[in-house]
């Protein structure tokens, strides 16, 4: 049928550059941000277009020059003390304003409180599609078979997330522009910061509109810092249900297998010097067990609604592997899988198996280690 | 109490009925066929049920939640959430219809918006015909009936009309019996029609099929552009309070590794932490709520379908909806794989070599030989090459390539 059927060719023109709308904390580009310029760059240079950082704030400063030190062709930003603090209306008003007059071509955002809530509005207002939570970004063209012929609309960025349904999605913006997405963290190394690096740096008035400014922030305050540190571990160690038996199906103290986890990991940190951290499945963490209370906590979440992370080596112990913890760890560069199950799903992404128990697994491999 | 204090207030939860499991979910196209599927409530949508429902106990006003999805499915579910968690949601609509099918998370908020409004508009046609009524000079006796009724379809709270026992009279019950006069009864009218415009949105934090968050932004915004008034948003709120006097939202949000304490004047959309916990409500906030409150429940879940919300066809569904599924694809084959007790590896590296005239190698220590063919693998066993991969051998490559990385 399609042999004959005609292929019409769609570019949506007059739209240009790949935009990053870059976040920062504390006078600094965040470390997400810096991320989702080098993926921006992937696409960019693939379509010929440029990297635009853009910044919003107050007192910028030196900053404005960061997104070019990382790997981006200009900044646009704007400075004003009535958005000292994020705020949804303003910046909404301010970003939406950028993008109706300048066209970028795509815009992306990090996967974060802000990515999540400036997106979605950006998105509506200027009437596109946005796809979140987004692993990678591949140019391609768009093919839609209808009866009045196979319509290709070419260079479209097909946004990949997890999902369920079909494993991986790709996500498509075909008609409208820019394709916007939110890109999770942990999915892109940021470019060597080059300070050589030259670039157009453009100030943006703002127009503020109406009711911008109904909502008032009355204090800011810092969270202390999680002591969890899953995205910057190098080694993570992560544990599952299946802790609560071992081999033989009798019960077993979730505790222990926490302690030699953490033994695991204190040995590893001590001989290697390299940062290692337990991780968790979310069947652990939403089985709410009382022994595990205060020790596995959401923060080590790993999977599609907690972290995606992709250290150098990632061990998971009594995890089965469904989809969505996958998604959460399948880039670590090592996965070690420890499972009595030999038919895990986790064994089919593994690169190192352990058919056997974890209580086994573990005394042996901390002893071992010792005398390494 | 003071004039300005806040009186009932219309919470809207956002809700989504989604796929029971992970398995066995029908697609077409990549689009979800929810009419085939055995469905739940959104499980996050629990906790900003709680919330919601923590709102109308400490303000009063009622709990309207809103879904959009195929009525038959979603119907039931909704019928559910009437008696969750403590008192649950008053009325429930469910947007049903096949031309919002394929929605996106744009044609999603263009659509629930519209359901918002739509209940607005219900509620505040309730107050205007009453306020006409007495407007028009209509006998006291024809307010107090045309009142009762509504009063019994929940669009007037018992401020106005009221048959709850232990609650003051309604204005028009006084007004009925010459106990107040009409001036009274158009002001009383005339602020319900005014708190009407001061609701609160509640959604919970993202969903477990779409996995967005967005569409509580994105409602907001929608319902922006519907109603021709700024509505803000507050996502990843962990805490909030309606401040009584002011009639504002305190709320607190998580922002990065900031927190965030925002005050925003209603209306305003929430989206709520699943770590957000309801405080207690006090007796006299209570008791102070039940008057600004409603007859109760109407436990007929409403079906709208798009002629009902007035929708423009072409920002509904599919045909509304800015993103494409495209084709889904595979994660990416296994790589090389190793186990422990299984799996024969090199001691030692081997330069290239020939072997029944192939040329096989160089291979590395710990290289995998199981691929070889078999008389090699005897061979290079009985030159002792081979071993069995061990959990020593695990540890030394696994953590020695960590050494290696760290290094970089």
């Known amino acids: 049928m399609s042999s004959s059927q005609q292929s019409i060719e769609v570019r949506i023109e007059g739209y240009r550059d790949v935009w990053v709308y870059c976040e920062h904390e504390d006078g600094k580009l965040t470390r997400p941000t810096t991320e989702v310029i080098a993926g921006a760059r992937k696409v960019a240079d693939k379509v010929g277009m440029d990297v635009v950082g853009v910044l919003i704030g107050y007192n910028l400063g030196d900053l404005v020059k960061e997104p070019i030190y990382y790997g981006a062709d200009k900044v646009i930003y704007c400075d004003d003390p009535r958005l000292k603090d994020y705020q949804v ?7 939406s304003d950028m993008v109706m007059r300048l066209k970028p071509w795509a815009l ?27 692993i990678d970004l591949i140019v391609e063209d768009f093919v839609m078979n209808l009866p009045t012929g196979r319509y290709v609309y070419k260079d479209c960025i097909a946004q990949v997330r997890p999902d369920f349904a079909t494993r991986i999605a ?4 075909p008609k409208h522009r820019p394709q916007i997405s939110s890109v999770r963290p942990g999915n892109f190394t940021p ?33 202390p810092k999680s002591e969890v540190k899953l995205e910057e571990a190098k080694v993570v160690i992560s544990l599952g249900l299946g802790i609560l038996r071992d081999a033989s199906g009798r019960p077993r103290d979730p505790r222990e297998a926490f302690r030699l986890a953490k033994e695991l990991a204190d040995l590893i940190r001590e001989k290697f010097g390299v940062e290692t951290e337990i991780g968790a499945s979310r069947a652990l963490i939403y089985a709410g067990l009382k022994e595990l209370e205060g020790l596995i ?52 992404i593994a690169h190192y198996g352990y058919v056997g128990d974890l209580y086994e697994f573990l005394p042996k491999a901390i002893e071992l280690l010792r005398s390494m | 109490m003071s004039s300005e204090a806040r009186q009932d207030m219309l919470v809207f939860l956002l809700t989504k009925a989604v796929p029971a499991r992970t398995t066995r979910v029908v697609t077409v196209g990549g689009v979800l066929r929810r009419e085939e599927m055995d469905l739940v409530i959104n499980p996050l949508d629990f906790k900003a049920l709680q919330a919601a429902d923590y709102a109308k106990r400490y303000n009063g006003g009622k709990l309207v939640a809103i879904s959009m999805g195929p009525d038959f499915k979603v119907k039931p579910l909704l019928s559910e959430l009437y008696s969750h968690p403590i008192e649950g949601v008053d009325e ?8 919002m099918a394929g929605a996106d998370t744009w044609a999603t908020a263009y659509t629930l918006s519209l359901g918002i409004k739509k209940v ?14 007495v407007e028009s000079g209509a006998p006291p006796e024809k307010v107090l009936e045309r009142a009762r009724e509504l009063y019994h379809s929940n669009l007037l709270p018992n401020l106005i009309y009221t048959e709850k026992p232990g609650l003051p009279q309604g204005v028009v019950q006084r007004y009925a019996r010459g106990k107040a006069g009409a001036e009274e009864v158009r002001e009383a009218l005339e ?134 599924v495209g084709p889904g694809i595979d994660i990416g084959g296994p790589p090389v794989q190793k186990f422990v007790g299984r799996t024969k590896v090199f001691t030692q590296r081997v330069e290239a070599f020939e072997f029944n005239g192939q040329r096989y190698g160089p291979f590395e220590r710990f290289a995998k030989a199981d691929d070889l063919p078999e008389e090699l693998v005897r061979e290079l066993e009985a030159k002792g090459l081979l071993k069995t991969f061990d959990l020593r051998d695990l540890l030394e490559e696994v953590l020695g390539g960590v050494v290696v990385a760290a290094k970089h």
């Open chain 1, 108 to 134: 992306l955002f990090v996967t974060s409180e802000i990515g999540k809530d400036l997106g979605p509005r950006v998105a509506y207002r200027t009437n596109t599609g946005l796809a979140a939570d987004v």
């Open chain 1, 297 to 348: 906590t959401k923060e080590r979440q790993v999977g599609q609604t907690g972290k995606t992370i992709a250290p150098e080596v990632y061990i998971a112990l009594g995890i089965s592997g469904a989809l969505q913890h996958r998604v959460g760890m399948q880039r670590s560069k090592r996965i070690v899988a420890v499972n009595v199950d030999p038919n895990a799903p986790i064994f089919q």
């Open chain 2, 120 to 133: 607005l508009d219900v509620n505040k046609a309730a107050v205007d015909e009453v306020l006409e009524l």
């Open chain 2, 92 to 99: 429930a609509v469910v947007l049903s219809d096949r031309r």
């Open chain 1, 170 to 173: 790709k996500i498509f913006t």
């Open chain 1, 191 to 223: 470019l060597p910061r080059d300070e050589t690096r030259k670039g157009e740096i453009v100030r943006w008035e703002p127009r503020f509109e109406e009711d911008d400014f109904q909502v008032e922030v009355i204090e800011t305050r810092k969270v």
């Open chain 1, 89 to 95: 209306l303003p910046y909404t008003t301010v970003l």
């Open chain 2, 191 to 324: 602020r319900v029609r005014k708190e009407l415009d001061r609701f609160l949105i509640v959604a919970g934090l993202k969903t477990s099929d779409g996995e967005t968050g967005s569409t509580g932004p994105q409602t907001a915004e929608a319902l922006s552009g519907v109603l021709g008034k700024k509505i803000p948003d507050i996502t990843h709120v962990t805490d909030f309070e309606v401040d009584v006097e002011s009639g504002n939202l305190i709320a607190e949000r998580k922002l990065g590794s900031y927190v965030q304490k925002l005050r925003a004047p209603l209306p305003c959309a929430i989206t709520i932490m699943p770590e957000h916990r309801p405080g207690v409500v006090p007796v006299v906030r209570r008791k102070r709520a039940a008057l600004f409150s409603y007859r109760g429940k109407v436990r007929e879940v409403r079906v709208w379908n798009a002629d009902d919300l007035g929708a423009d066809p072409s920002k509904i569904g599919l045909a509304g909806s800015p993103t494409i």
